[in-house]
């Protein structure tokens, strides 16, 4: 399907560790969308020092290659997130 993104990743119930999207543009941001029934998941910033509740229905748009993100674990239900 046509999309303004260059591509689309969908990760299912596993944990994010801490990292920086090694392709991405340090000028564009990268949209989050949390789906599921992880109502607990926690989507944490390090370099910014927050910790931003996560649950489903949830977009955020960040820039990836220069903020390292995490989502360390969510908790019960399944977490569905496309990136």
Same mark, same amino acid.
Not at 9 to 14: A, D, G, L, P
Not at 45 to 57: E, F, I, K
């Given at each position: 399907w046509p999309s303004v993104f260059s591509g +689309?990743?969908?990760?299912?119930?596993?944990?994010?560790? !801490? !990292?920086? %999207? &090694?392709? @991405?543009?340090?000028?564009? $941001? %990268?949209?989050?969308?949390?789906?599921?029934? @992880?109502?607990?998941a926690i989507l944490d910033? &390090? %370099?910014?020092? @927050?910790?931003?509740?996560? &649950?489903?229905?949830t977009m955020? $748009? +960040?820039l990836g290659k220069v903020l390292e993100h995490g989502v360390p674990g969510w908790g019960d239900g399944e977490r569905i997130v496309m990136a």
């Open positions: +689309i990743e969908v990760i299912v119930n596993r944990e994010t560790p !801490h !990292h920086r %999207d &090694p392709g @991405a543009s340090p000028s564009v $941001y %990268d949209l989050l969308v949390s789906l599921g029934q @992880a109502n607990q910033l &390090p %370099d910014l020092g @927050a910790q931003l509740g996560y &649950p489903p229905g955020v $748009y +960040i």
